[in-house]
Structure formats: structure tokens, C-alpha cells
């Protein structure tokens, strides 16, 4: 497969995974508007925060009213991080390799992309926020179910899932983060029917409440933070994505399970055994936003890994220095 | 829907007789649409742009709101070929394309057509298009010009005319296949009983017209289609013919010369390529020997093509055969190597640079079309009687200044066809380009590109100056009365 489709499948793959994820970061605050009675525009602040982009948000739109905010992440096209340029993005590469991938899968990026950029998606967004969000969500789910229904399981197939499952591992642990920048508990609410709503709507994010209740029936921190980073069977949790990913890259090279042939497979290997080996214990005891944050790090490694072992054999194109990974 | 308030203006239709009855051959069309009910045709052609749209067979509109994407329009309307008319085209093109390659390996060669005096040498080495770069060049299996799509129109009297010779990267082949699968949809019944002759298997044969390029020796040869990339107009025509021949669509940068050979970047290593159904001008394809400062081409794959171990299609060099001054003399051409009459006449045409045409031409200009000789898609044109006086001095002062570089035609009537325009059908004058592949043998697309002039009372049928599409039927003759559109 050309060096270059194979980095359109994976980027492709990446910005619908994306795309998905920044739906249901907002959400996580939409779920909280609903479950608790708290101050509306203390609420949406912490959202611009985590981004990073504070001041270009400010600049542009001054106050961080939920109007603003819901704009900034879904439909401002100016701002790098927000779902209409991830389907932008999906789409350019859809294009480039539109006769790689099935009719069906194009069609479907095509039409996800005029959901977000046709005339009634801003009045959508503003009186029926959670119905646009869900169809955001349900539509990557359908990229994916057509992709699997549709595209041989071969080479191609692969670099999507591992871009799919990097990506979403990494915006898993963006989640569970949201709890450190929005929700930082005072020490008082640890515990209280309040602490315990907040860890609800992370859950509700991530779809996992209803399979975290499965296995461990009541909210509890520790657990919550168990589940989301190392349930083995969850298809959200970090331990799962990684595990996909790694399966793909495997299948990609014909290396055995294990062992590795170049660097991508040395990388991701390496932090695959890391959450093996690693523990809730552990994770306390670094503090769970530093050990987040140094997740996000190394799986930023492997990314650049992944770059060099299959896409570099020509110059570094402008979309994948700004194929970003930060937030 | 009415049609018989449908008015030919006294021009030649091609669905409707001079006293406005359907012509035999478009009869059964006409009988299923008088058979749909009240505003199922307008339905119709929403469906239809709107499948065009969902297929993502769209182009951004420059200018204006960001995102603003449009199909190419397309009028559901087909236009019928008769039987007996595409006998005629077909045979002539075949005439056609033969001879032209005939002249394009005689010229890079040995020259015998301009030794002999049929065509002056200064008319061809002073083309831009030929290209010294291709001197002594034998293309693999002596075929020079593997893809053309050949521009012809009608005029007042019905007969068919060649108005261009495109024998570089012709364009438009994508549409004739995506249009003939929305309209199957759109008019099952009346396609049926038309008894329509396919196009489908155009991607099949240009995939062994690529083949039968690569060295004899390979059992499985490596094909691929290069493309300028996305921001190329042409884009979706590219990616569509790779996806349909199932072959990789690359760019330049996915393409090296290493070894002597032309290899892919793939993510396992490099592979070897055989065969190059090149989408990129000649002038951007190796800036070791063309425009150095191409990004779109790979270094390096003029020599080896001059080795034989890779293949082009088209050759470089075609150009200069479909040099519109050049054009003016393919009857000479067709008679000198094949020694036959033209089949398909060409439109009566004015050299600039011969002092006694460009004097006609000059005192003529009102009446005139005006064309650049090495232009296409309707830029560096002048309609003389729907110009402004400024724009023929202007047009005036360019060809005195460079007379190489212009040649006229009378202003034909062009045939029209009936488009739907709200609730009823108008005229509007239409164009024909069939495509040609030449591998094994020539075979002549049955259909092609019937490009439409929108805009009331317009010439200009190209897409980029208003002009719009329709599917062609060739229809094999025998018709087929039963039944209703459902």
C-alpha cells in the first residue's frame, strides 16, 4: 500500500474518532447541567481552559457563555480543534483515497460532514445541543460500522484501526482528566452524593455507566479510574484501545505478538506492557493527572513512531505537523 | 410536462423535427414522459442532483460563503444518437485517431509528411506543444495517443463537424459514467425499451489498453494513474477511473526513479510500476527535462521511458496533433497516410499565420469565432457576433501582434437539445465528445459527453464558463414500445 494512502486512512480514521470525542468532552458538561444545579457560566469556563486556547477563545469571543463555548468546539471552522475541522480533515483525506476505501464509507464521511456544515446545524446546536451531540456520536459509530462491513479486513482496514483506537485512547484519558481541570473536588464533596454525579456523567461520557455498573455497582473514584484505564474488555477503556491498536500493527507488519520489527511496534509495545503491569495503586499514589498526562506523552511517541516507521519515505507533509495531539 | 409548446428557434434539435414533432428515435422517450404525471420530472431531476450531490461529485464554488459546494449540473433530458449517425462517428473518429498517431510518429521521426510539403515545417516546430524532447522517441507498440476525447458538434443542416482534436489528458469520461448510472435509475423503463448501448466497461478497457503497454515479458504488470492531486479539477475523474480499474492512484511524490526504474512508496517499501496513465501535462512530468520547477512530476521518467521500462499514457508530445492550426490540416493528414476521404469533416478553419486567412480574418471579426491554438475550456475565445467592439480590437490587436497563435472559424448554428427549465423544456445548444481508446485495436466509447450551453442563447458549453452535462444514448436501433415509466 502507498506510504501516502496509508496516512490518509490513518488520519481519516483519526479525525472521525476525533470528531466523536470532542462530542462527548461537551457532554460530560451537558450531562452535569442536567444532573446538578450548578452556576451556568461557571460551568462552561474550565471547558475553554482544557483546551489550551484560552486566549485565542477570549479574543475571539469574549465571554464563556455556553452559546460561545458550544460554538467554538463544534462549528467554528477558524479554530483548529473543533468537530467541523476534524470532518473537514476526515474528508480532505477521505478524498485523497476515495478510491481506496468503499463508496459507501466516502458517502458517509461526505454526508457527516454536510450534517455539521449545512445551513440548519447552527439551530440545531443551540436549542437541541444533546440531540446534535448524539448524532455526531452515531454517525462516527456508523463510519465505523460501514468501514468493517464494507472495506477488506487487509492493510488499509489496519491503519485506520490503529489510528481509530490511538486516537481514542487518547481522548479516554482526556475524559477522565476533565474531572481534574472542571470538576478538581474540594475535599469536602469527596464521597458525597455530588462527588459521586460528577463521576457519573465522566462514565455517561465515555457511554460506560451502565457497563461500569456491571462490574462494580456503586461509583467509587478508585474504581471509576480502574475501569476507564484498565477494564480489559470495555472498547473504551485505554487498556482495550491499546490493545487494538497494537493487534492492527501487528497484522500491518506480519511481526509476532511480542517481539518487533521497528520502532512504531517498540513504542507501543512498550506502553501496552507498562498498563499491564501497572495498577490503580500506582496510579494514586503519582497522582491521576500526572499520570495522565505522562500517558499522553509517550502515546505521542508512538504516534511519531508510527509516522516515521510507515509514512516517511517523502517529506513531511503541513497536515501531519499540525496533525495535532495536544488538546 | 408540454411539449408542444417546445420551440427549435430554427435550429437543428436533437430530439425534435423542424415542425417540432419527436424525432423516431427519441419517440419512446417522449412517449414516457407524457405518460409521468403532473411535476415527476422536475422530481426527477432533484433526485437525480441529489444523488450526484450525496456521491460527493461536487466543486467548491470559489468566491463565495466557505463551503459552498455545487454538482456539476446536469440536465436529465438524454440526448439520443441514432444508430445510423453513431456509424458514421465512430468510423470517423477510428479514421481519425488513427492518422493522427500516424503524424505524431512520422513527425518525431522522420518527418516524410513535411518533406513532402503536405504540412509547412514552420506550422509545426513553431507549435508550443511540440516538444524537442520527444525527437526519435518510439513510444511502446508505435502507439502515441492511447486516450483521446475528440469534441464534435452539429450544425444547422444536421451534419456532424470535428471541432477539436483533444489528444493530451481529455477530461469528462467520469461524468459519462456516473450520469449513465443516475439516469438508469432516473428513466429505467424508457432506457430499457431504447434498447441503450452500455458504457460501463470503458474502465475494463482502459485498463487493457494500459496492460497491453508494459513489457511483453511481465505476466502482471504494475498500472497506476497520476494525478496532479486533490486540488486538480479533474480530481474526482482521477480517483474514480483508479478505483473503478482497481489500480493505486498516486501522486508524484509517491513516485521515484531508482535503478533505471520507477518505483512507489508503499509502507513496505518501494515497488516497482510498469505502466503510467498519466493525468499531468506534459510540461509538469519530469522537471529533469520539462518545467523545473514542477512539484506535481517525478525526476528522472522521460529516460526511462526513452528505455522502454516504464510506459506513458498519452506519450508526451501529442499536443502538438491537436494544435488548432495543425487541426486544420488532419484531412490532409488522413488523406496522405491512409489515403482516404475524411469521414468526419473538420469545421472550416483560418490560419493566422497565413497572410491571406489572417486578412479575412481580420476584416471578418463579427462574424467569426477566434480561438488561441494552444487554449482550452473555452478561455482565449472570442464569439465575434456576441463580442463588444472592445473586445474585438482587442482581439484584433493580439492576432496582429502574434498570428501563430490564432485561428477562425464561421460562427456555427449548433445543434441544440431540449433541457428542462422549470415546469417546461427550452433549447439550448450542445456539444458532443465521444471517447477513444487505442490499445489492441480503436474503440470508440458508444455515448460520451454531451455538454450543454445553460445560459440562454450561449456557445460556450464548458463547464467552467456555465455549461452543464447530459447522459448520451446511442441507441442501437430496434425500439422496444412496451410499456410505462413507472
Sequence with gaps: MLSRVADHIYWMSRYIERAENIARFVDVNLHLMLDLEMDAHQQWEPMVSITGDHAWFKEKYGEATQKNVLRFLTLDRDYAHSIITCLYHARENARSIREVISSEMWEHVNDYYHFVSGSGAAARLLYQPHDFFTQVKTNSHLFNGLASGTFSHG????????????????????????KYFILLPKMEYVGTAYD??????????????????????????????????????????????????????????????????????????????????????????????????????????????????????????????????RQ | MEFQKYDTGGFFDELFDADGSSRPEAEPLFRRFASLSEGEIEQRQKAAEAALYHMGITFTVYGSDEGTERIFPFDIVPRIVSAGDWDII???????????????????????????????????????????????????????????????????????????????????????????????RTFPVAFEALKVRPVTDYPNRLLETLEYLAPAALNDPVAVVLTPGVYNSAYFEHSYLAQQMGIPLVEGRDLVVMD????????????????????????????????????????????????????????PGTGIADDKAVYAYVPKIIKYYLDEEVILPNVPTYICSEEKDCQHVLDNLDKLVVKAVNESGGYGMLVGPHASQESREEFSRRIRANPRNYIAQPTLALSRAPVIVDDHLEGRHVDLRPYILYGEDIYVLPGGLTRVALKKGSLVVNSSQGGGSKDTWVVSGAVNNQGGEP
Excluded at chain 1, 170 to 176: A, E, F, H, M, P
Design chain 2, 260 to 315: 533505471g526504474y520507477v518505483h512507489m512508496r508503499t509502507t513496505k517499501g518501494f515497488e516497482r510500476v510498469d505502466v503510467i496513465y498519466r493525468r499531468i501535462d506534459d510540461d509538469f512530468i519530469d522537471p529533469k527535462e520539462f518545467k523545473a520547477d514542477s512539484m506535481l512530476g517525478v525526476a528522472g521518467l522521460m529516460e526511462v521511458y526513452r528505455q522502454g521500462r516504464v510506459a506513458l499514457a498519452n506519450a
Design chain 1, 155 to 178: 492493510e488499509g482496514w489496519n491503519f485506520g484501526r490503529l489510528g481509530q483506537f490511538l486516537e481514542r485512547a487518547d481522548k479516554t484519558s482526556r475524559i477522565l482528566d476533565v
Design chain 2, 90 to 184: 465512430e468510423r470517423g473518429l477510428k479514421q481519425r485517431i488513427h492518422a493522427l498517431n500516424l503524424f505524431l510518429d512520422d513527425i518525431y521521426n522522420d518527418q516524410k509528411i513535411i518533406a513532402q510539403g503536405i504540412v509547412p515545417p514552420e506550422l509545426v516546430f513553431s507549435g508550443s506543444s511540440f516538444r524537442q524532447q520527444c525527437k526519435g522517441l518510439s513510444p511502446p507498440r508505435g502507439i502515441w495517443c492511447h486516450v483521446t476525447g475528440t469534441d464534435l458538434v452539429r450544425d444547422g443542416d444536421g451534419q456532424f463537424y470535428v471541432l477539436e482534436d483533444n489528444l493530451r489528458c481529455p477530461s469528462g469520461v467520469s461524468y459519462v459514467l456516473q450520469n449513465r448510472e443516475v439516469l438508469k
Design chain 1, 196 to 325: 459521586n454525579a460528577q463521576w457519573a456523567a465522566v462514565l455517561k461520557s465515555a457511554s460506560a455507566l451502565e457497563m461500569y455498573r456491571k462490574c462494580f455497582h456503586r461509583i467509587t473514584p478508585a474504581h471509576v479510574v480502574e475501569f476507564l484505564l484498565f477494564d480489559r474488555d470495555f472498547p473504551r477503556s485505554i487498556h482495550y484501545c491499546l490493545n487494538q491498536a497494537l493487534q492492527s500493527l501487528h497484522k500491518i507488519t506480519g511481526t509476532p505478538p511480542g517481539t518487533h520489527s521497528n520502532t512504531a511496534e517498540r513504542l507501543l509495545g512498550r506502553l501496552m506492557a507498562e498498563l499491564n503491569y501497572s495498577d490503580i495503586g500506582e496510579v494514586f499514589e503519582t497522582g491521576l493527572h500526572d499520570y495522565l498526562d505522562d500517558f499522553q506523552a509517550k502515546l505521542n511517541i508512538v504516534g511519531d513512531g508510527i509516522f516515521n516507521t510507515f509514512f516517511a519515505l517523502r517529506p513531511v507533509p503541513e497536515k501531519v505537523l499540525m496533525g495535532e495531539t
